[in-house]
């Protein structure tokens, strides 16, 4: 609950993620908000020579269902991004 904000530094950062990511973020998602700098962020703190993709979707925060039966294209984008990105790595 509550009202978005822009966040807050980790208390006790773990350094760089040393593990291919995709970032999935839903353009409709109330907690992740996509466009808010920490969110862009995401992709400093992946190791530079680490595999990130980054991919919004029409969605909200859970990809799969938020989406409703009338933006199968967003479901399908998801679905073949974490397809490739389970091949590639």
């Not at 039966?69 to 490739?84: C, E, H, L, N, V």
Request: charged content about 20%.
């Amino acid at each position: 609950g509550g009202e978005p904000d822009d966040g807050q530094p980790a208390q006790n950062p773990i350094g760089q993620v040393s593990t291919p990511s995709l970032y999935v973020c839903g353009t409709a998602d109330t907690a992740i908000l996509c466009s808010k700098p920490y969110a862009q962020k995401t992709q400093d703190y992946i190791a530079p020579d680490v595999a990130y993709t980054y991919l919004e979707v029409d969605c909200g925060h859970d990809l799969l269902t938020s989406c409703g039966y009338f933006k199968s294209d967003q479901i399908q984008k998801t679905m073949d991004a974490i397809q490739a990105h389970l091949d590639a790595n």
